[in-house]
């Protein structure tokens, strides 16, 4: 008895000393590299798509469907963020939780788990497909081959390290404005709710958990008790090809804030052009570490206004010119106070703009190409689109500058506002957001630019980039 006393200690003590240096050498892993990246892909690649592939009609349809639901939903958002934070700030339309266009993989638990991952600067939550409720010694009935209905799953059961946030704890109350109040028990997981105008939802618990990330050193590390939602239930076609989402918003719980406490509170990402070859990839980095991708211009920086819009990573604008005429609109909708205000979002396709901009640009722009044909686009709700086959002359669009209050410009592309949206079609690719509203600048809009978060020194940095690492 003595001696199988001591055989069970002598592999306890072995089990303590192999924990012990695997995390001596994730401290030394992270020691080493000050920064981790993560690839980013476009959510049409055929990895990623069922069907093939489809037509750039077909694509744009799908873009702007998930960009008609996202933005419904941007009103109530902030309406709630206003009213939990100050009843002075402005209920605006904004942004809401859709699906968004560049997407990277994601090891989350232990042993972990590799899923694809919506990446989205305009979502707090990082949540991922789940199935929870499952024993560890019963976890084969929830499916061990990892996939549920053809989808891919997280099996909370097989990860040692998932522990689901009680809904009677301080922090099931604070972590998202969608937590639910539904508490039967102390010890009930906190659940969450997020619901979509198209019908589409996203149900499930809020756990802590491990998620594996790669560095830039070429080694990995754990991050330890990282807020995620185990979504059990998703209904409506938003996340038909993703496994969830990663929510890089700027919110307390966010992987965003988590990352920052660890890596210098900085990150930045090149998103390729969403037209480019399917299979082009490039990383999002999060730390201090040089993003690198090779930059065709002068890096410009402006004011990173965290504070004007709670939550979402705003600028401050004084102006839009375009053929070095400055528009007349109206200052307050650049003014986050009466009701505007601009944000940043890489989950929102095209361009929203408080509807004084959105005519002023329009009236412009759509006189630049009248004498092409005007086309109709089915299921496409852009007001302005055009037969570029005939004859179709790129010299005679006219630069678009986005002018900051402090001086900075950001010039971009012409084919980012004048967008390819079918064979031979080309389209302006703006959106009303109504008014009072808040303005976002769609991924479309920062393709082809390097954009540098330093969420610390509130500055916000972007340079033209072919987005191909060197």
């Keep these: 008895m ?29 020691h080493n590299s000050d920064s981790f990246s993560l690839e980013l892909i476009h959510r049409h690649a055929p990895q990623f798509t069922n069907n093939g ?37 402005p209920l605006a339309s904004a942004r809401d939780y859709g699906e968004g266009q560049y997407i990277t993989t994601l090891r989350v638990g232990t042993p972990s788990q590799k899923f694809r991952m919506i990446v989205d600067t305009g979502s707090d939550l990082t949540w991922v497909r789940c199935r929870y409720g499952c024993s560890r010694s019963r976890a084969g009935d929830c499916g ?29 109350g604070v972590v998202s404005i969608f937590s639910l109040t539904t508490c039967p028990t102390p010890l009930t997981p906190c659940a969450y709710a997020y619901s979509y105008v198209s019908g589409s939802e996203a149900t499930g618990v809020f756990a802590n958990e491990t998620i594996t990330v790669g560095l830039t050193n070429g080694r990995k590390t754990r991050l330890r008790d990282v807020v995620i939602g185990c979504t059990n239930s998703t209904q409506g076609s938003i996340f038909e090809n993703v496994d969830g989402v990663l929510g890089l918003s700027n919110t307390k719980y966010s992987f965003t804030t988590y990352a920052a406490k660890k890596f210098g509170a900085k990150f930045s990402y090149c998103l390729v052009d969403h037209l480019s070859h399917l299979h082009a990839i490039n990383y999002i980095i999060f730390g201090t570490s040089r993003n690198r ?53 890489s989950g929102t396709s095209l361009t929203f703009l408080a509807d004084p901009a959105y005519q002023a640009v329009m009236e412009v722009l759509s006189k ?25 002359d790129e010299t005679l669009v006219p ?3 986005i002018h900051f209050v402090d001086g900075a410009k950001f010039e971009p592309h012409w084919n980012s506002y004048v967008i390819a949206a079918a064979d031979g079609v080309r389209c302006l690719g703006f959106s009303s957001a109504g008014f009072p509203a808040a303005s976002t600048i769609g991924n479309i809009m920062q393709q082809n630019y390097l954009w540098q978060f330093d969420l610390e020194g509130k ?3 972007f340079a033209p980039s072919p987005c191909n690492n060197s």
């Design 53 to 89: 592939f489809k037509t750039r009609h077909e694509r744009l349809k799908d873009l702007l469907r998930h960009d008609t639901i996202r933005h419904r939903l941007q009103n109530r958002r902030r309406a709630e963020e206003a009213a939990s934070a100050s009843i002075e700030m």
């Design 2 to 30: 003595q001696g199988k006393l001591m055989t069970l200690l002598l592999l306890i003590l072995l089990f303590s000393i192999v924990e012990a240096r695997q995390h001596v050498e994730e401290m030394q892993h992270l």
């Design 399 to 401: 630069k678009l500058i």
């Design 144 to 172: 061990r081959k990892g996939r549920i209905n053809g989808k891919r799953v997280f099996h909370a059961a097989l990860s040692s390290s998932f522990s689901p946030i009680p809904c009677a704890s301080e922090m099931c």
């Design 459 to 461: 500055k916000l940095g």
């Design 293 to 345: 991708v090779e930059v065709s211009g002068n890096t410009r920086y402006t004011r990173l206004e965290l504070d004007a819009i709670p939550s979402f990573y705003a600028v401050n604008i004084m102006g839009i010119s375009i053929g070095g005429e400055m528009l007349q609109i109206p200052t307050k909708v650049w003014d986050a106070t009466q009701g505007g205000g601009t944000i940043l979002d």
């Design 368 to 392: 630049s190409v009248s004498k092409y044909q005007r086309v109709k686009l089915d299921g496409v709700p852009i007001d302005y689109c055009f037969n570029s086959t005939t004859g179709f």
